[in-house]
């Protein structure tokens, strides 16, 4: 270590947040500094989040995961897409997929040719010229190649998995990589008099550990974030409004399908996530509109096996800390914001904070430039998913009950407006370099909502209509024949849980 350096690094609390920076700047730091997490298995963890984006493969590569035997410890699945129901209106139903829709024509989006055949009275789904959503609704699957002119190439997956699995399968990672663990409860935390700085946390045995640097992931209590240095919350209920979870497994009584399920009901939604040993199952609601006892009966009554263990309810304001980097003190996870699981975005903005953390990684001085930008970055991630997720609630034609008409009527963030005035105008998505969802994300999210751009690109009328019709039927038949042609999704988990590589 150079003079000055970070010489040791303190992780308050484990689960997926604590295990997943432990293992990371492991795997990186390598011997720099020392690194150790306290944790206490009398505070559970909260394990819900087992549906994942596809930047987790980057990060298990990273590692040097071996996939096959990743799917194996944490009993995943593969996932190439979310399929929301109700969402528009009850009865609706569209994928959004992790990949193209067509591919580009004489440089034009290929959604405007759909909208172009769909002004002429073509009915045809925009789903059938997505690779990702035929092959799920078929139930296969197949992994990426990157040959660009192969269809195979268009999409990309990410994972269902066991989230109280994850924990340990990387804690057994970190672990052999010299992270120190240390069991007991934090239950004091002690500031430098000259800065405000955290000099270091006390231990229930009496124990007291000194740090450089400390990450909190306690989890929506903040230990350190808030409770001691008492940086502040930014609170998005007015545009996020559910407020609670009720999560339960159940018992799997079909194959699992390779993608997770959101259906929209009275009060909020529900997910599904099957998984190779059982499906995770969780209400999210506002508690403005519904009881808890209301929506752990609902939950129960939309399950589809055998309920493994009683519903546990899950409080949670959604928004962000203002400064997830205060002083020496770094929150990642639940402690540094959370904007509920709808487009399975928590383990992602986990992952991301630990990436501009090893990007910008201080040094004992703690150049305030450091902060500020990770602090911008993760403010950007955070606005970014907060507006695509407002999107979901806000774009509906629902008012059947009190959440969804408050829902269509709230006002939202001009940031969010100014995207939906731009493809209602013409079908353009506003472009931007930093932030999880691309373009498809965007397009499948607008299209399977209802909203219908007034115009489409003038650019694509220089196709000829018969030549259009020509090629977008043989692109419907490529993309059904390829999919039909892949393995059957069960198989290849079958094969995971067996042992084999699966691919």
Same mark, same amino acid.
């Given at each position: ?82 399929? #929301? ?24 989006? #290929? ?13 045809? !789904? ?14 296969? #699957? ?19 998995? !066991? ?18 663990? %240390? ?63 009720? =999560? ?15 259906? *929209? ?30 929506? =752990? ?11 493994? *263990?009683?519903? /546990? ?7 962000? /800390? ?38 910008? #990684? ?6 305030? =430039? ?34 969804? /008409?408050?829902? /269509? ?5 001009? %940031? ?43 650019? *694509? !009328?220089?196709?000829?209509? *018969? ?37």
């Amino acid at each position: 270590m150079r003079a000055g350096g970070i010489g040791n690094v303190v992780i308050v609390g484990g689960g997926t947040a604590g295990w997943m920076t432990a293992a990371a700047l492991a795997k990186v730091l390598k011997n720099q500094c020392a690194i150790r997490l306290i944790e206490s298995t009398e505070i559970g963890i909260i394990g819900v989040g087992e549906s994942t984006v596809p930047h987790i493969r980057y990060f298990n590569s990273v590692l040097g995961l071996d996939e096959a035997e990743f799917m194996r410890e944490t009993r995943a699945t593969f996932k190439l897409g979310i399929e #929301f129901r109700n969402w528009a209106r009850s009865g609706d139903a569209y994928i959004h997929p992790f990949g193209d829709f067509g591919r580009m024509i004489d440089g034009v989006r #290929f959604h405007h040719y759909w909208l172009r055949q769909r002004e002429q009275g073509d009915s045809t !789904d925009i789903a059938e010229y997505s690779f990702p959503i035929v092959a799920a609704k078929l139930g296969r #699957f197949t992994h990426p190649v990157e040959d660009p002119a192969s269809l195979l190439s268009t999409f990309s997956y990410a994972y269902q998995f !066991d989230a109280t699995l994850y924990a340990p399968y990387l804690r057994a990672y970190a672990e052999r990589r010299g992270v120190a663990r %240390s069991e007991g409860k934090v239950v004091d935390v002690r500031l430098r008099a000259a800065d405000g700085f955290i000099e270091s946390v006390v231990l229930e045995s009496g124990e007291q550990i000194t740090a450089d640097l400390f990450i909190d992931a306690s989890g929506f209590r903040g230990l350190l974030i808030e409770q001691a240095l008492h940086t502040g919350y930014e609170d998005w209920t007015h545009w996020l409004p559910c407020d609670r979870a009720v =999560a339960a497994p159940c018992a799997s009584v079909q194959e699992p399908i390779p993608y997770t399920r959101a259906t *929209a009901h009275a009060a909020g939604w529900q997910w599904r996530i099957p998984l190779q040993h059982r499906v995770g199952n969780g209400y999210v609601y506002s508690s403005q509109f519904i009881s808890d006892d209301e929506a =752990a009966s609902t939950l129960k009554s939309h399950l589809e096996g055998a309920l493994i *263990a009683e519903p /546990r309810i899950l409080r949670f304001t959604t928004g962000r /800390r203002k400064r997830a980097w205060n002083r020496n003190c770094v929150a990642i996870g639940l402690s540094g914001g959370f904007l509920e699981p709808l487009e399975s975005t928590s383990i992602h903005l986990i992952q991301m904070a630990i990436t501009y953390l090893l990007e910008l #990684f201080p040094d004992r001085t703690f150049e305030p =430039a450091d902060s500020d930008e990770f602090n911008r970055l993760m403010d950007l991630e955070f606005e970014r998913v907060r507006d695509f997720l407002v999107l979901h609630y806000h774009a509906t034609e629902r008012d059947d009950t009190p959440l969804w /008409r408050y829902c /269509r009527s709230m006002r939202i963030p001009d %940031s969010l407006q100014y995207k939906m005035e731009q493809f209602r105008a013409r079908g353009y998505v506003v472009p931007y370099k930093d932030g999880l969802f691309l373009e498809p994300s965007w397009v499948a999210v607008y299209l399977g909502q209802r909203i219908f751009p007034r115009r489409y690109d003038p650019l *694509a !009328d220089g196709l000829a209509a *018969a030549e259009l019709d020509r090629r977008l039927q043989g692109l419907r038949m490529w993309i059904r024949r390829t999919a039909e042609g892949t393995p059957a999704h069960a198989e290849l988990i079958r094969k995971y849980r067996e042992g084999a590589s699966g691919a």
